[in-house]
């Protein structure tokens, strides 16, 4: 089956850094890359999705990228705030019937 | 915005009970997945529904767990009996047609194993 690895576990930036979390997969069929942010107590949220025919997505400040070669996607998340301190999910979608793989997960700490 | 519900929110039971978990996707999704989460990790899937068909439950305990969607709509995970290695959180996501659209996720239900 599918494995997802995600790293680093923890991460703490200064407010207004940068921060971004890698993930590779397994499964060389897998096409579909969510990432999601839980907030403590609360349930995991989509922030940002990308397909394997695609190599790049932005959302303002969310940008995930997806090299299918070397199987990894990373998570980049510019100008960080606050509010942006939770935990991050990557998954990979693979499978007859799309089954979804989550990686263990990143705890990001912003820094005011 | 239409959400996905789940009850009870949180459970406490002693080992060798049996528990209990409702879920209740938003309305038209015919795929519905229960995901059990161990505090500091990712969600695991445990079952996954094609409207009533389970497609994919080779993660669940299958001698203590059952899952059930009888009218492809809303679902039941069972536990009996309950161990202590089964306190997490059981989270109940759908989508609408597949994982390559958006899972929305419902609140959640913390069980508590004594």
């Known amino acids: 089956g599918e494995n997802v690895e995600q790293h680093p576990s923890t991460l703490s930036v200064q407010e207004g850094d940068s921060a971004v979390i890698k993930c590779t997969y397994s499964?060389?069929?897998?096409?579909?890359f969510p990432w999601y942010k839980q907030e403590l107590g609360k349930r995991p949220q989509l922030i940002i999705d990308i397909r394997s025919n695609v190599g790049e997505k932005k959302d303002q400040r969310i940008a995930v990228t997806l090299n299918k070669t070397a199987k990894h996607f990373s998570l980049h998340i510019t100008e960080t705030q606050p509010e942006d301190s939770a935990v991050y999910f990557c998954?990979?979608?693979?499978?007859?019937?799309?089954?979804?793989?989550f990686g263990i997960g990143t705890k990001l700490q912003v820094i005011p | 915005e239409a959400e996905v519900a789940q009850s009870p929110r949180y459970k406490i039971t002693e080992k060798s009970q049996a528990v209990a978990f409702w879920c209740d996707p938003i309305s038209g999704h015919a795929t519905l997945y229960w995901y059990r989460q161990i505090l500091g990790q990712g969600p695991e899937l445990l079952v996954q529904f094609q409207d009533e068909s389970v497609v994919d439950d080779s993660q669940l305990p299958k001698d203590r767990f059952s899952a059930e969607r009888l009218k492809g709509v809303d679902s039941t995970l069972k536990i009996q009996p309950a161990e202590l290695g089964d306190s997490a959180m059981y989270l109940c996501a759908s989508s609408s047609s597949g994982a390559l659209y958006e899972q929305y996720f419902g609140p959640g239900t913390r069980l508590t194993v004594t």
């Open positions: 998954a990979a979608t693979s499978g007859g019937y799309q089954k979804v793989t």
């Open positions: 499964d060389s069929a897998s096409n579909y």
